[in-house]
C-alpha cells in the first residue's frame, strides 16, 4: 500500500486532487487540461496509481437521510482483543456504512451506521456486540464534512528543492 508514496510526481498529486474534488464529474481531459498532460496520460496514471493501492476506490457521498435512513449514529467501541481482524465482519452487518480501527488507546473501534429508526440502530447494535465489541458510547451524528487533502494541489512545494 505504501510502495508509491515517495514516487508520486506533480502529475499524479494533481490527478489525485482532482479526483478528490470530485470523480465522477472530473473527465481525464479536463484533468489533463489541469495539470498539463494528455487525457491519454491521465487514464494510463489513474489505471496505474489503482493497480498500485493509491486509489482504492471510489465512494459516492450520499444524504442518508434523503434515502429514508433518518438516524445517523457514531459508535465508540472496545475491542477486548485489538489483534482480532473484525473489520471484514462488520461491514458486512446491516447499516453499518464506515470502520475506523485506531491504533492504540481503549476506544479502539469507531463504527458509523445509519438506520430508519430506534429499532433498526439497536439491532445494528447488537450485531456490533455479537462480534465481540463493547460500545463505550453512541452519538446521534448531524453532519459531516469532507474536504478533498490540499497537498495533493499541484502549487503545493516540492520536497525535492
Do not use: W
Request: aromatic residues 4%; negative net charge; contains cysteine.
Amino acid at each position: 500500500m505504501g510502495g508509491r508514496q515517495s514516487t508520486l510526481d506533480d502529475v499524479d498529486r494533481g490527478i489525485l486532487h482532482m479526483l478528490q474534488m470530485d470523480a465522477r464529474n472530473n473527465r481525464a481531459r479536463e484533468i489533463g487540461e489541469d495539470v498539463g498532460v494528455s487525457a491519454s496520460t491521465v487514464r494510463n496514471r489513474i489505471e496505474a496509481l489503482e493497480d498500485e493501492g493509491v486509489i482504492r476506490g471510489y465512494v459516492p457521498k450520499i444524504d442518508y437521510e434523503q434515502a429514508g435512513y433518518q438516524l445517523s449514529i457514531l459508535f465508540t467501541c472496545t475491542a477486548s482483543d485489538p489483534s482480532e481482524p473484525l473489520t471484514e465482519d462488520l461491514l458486512e452487518k446491516h447499516g453499518i456504512v464506515s470502520v475506523r480501527k485506531l491504533l492504540a488507546g481503549r476506544e479502539n473501534y469507531h463504527i458509523r451506521v445509519v438506520g430508519t429508526d430506534t429499532k433498526d440502530v439497536s439491532n445494528i447494535a447488537n450485531s456490533i456486540r455479537e462480534c465481540g465489541l463493547e460500545i463505550v458510547r453512541s452519538d446521534v451524528l448531524d453532519d459531516e464534512y469532507v474536504q478533498p487533502f490540499d497537498h495533493f494541489g499541484k502549487d503545493v512545494p516540492s520536497r525535492e528543492g
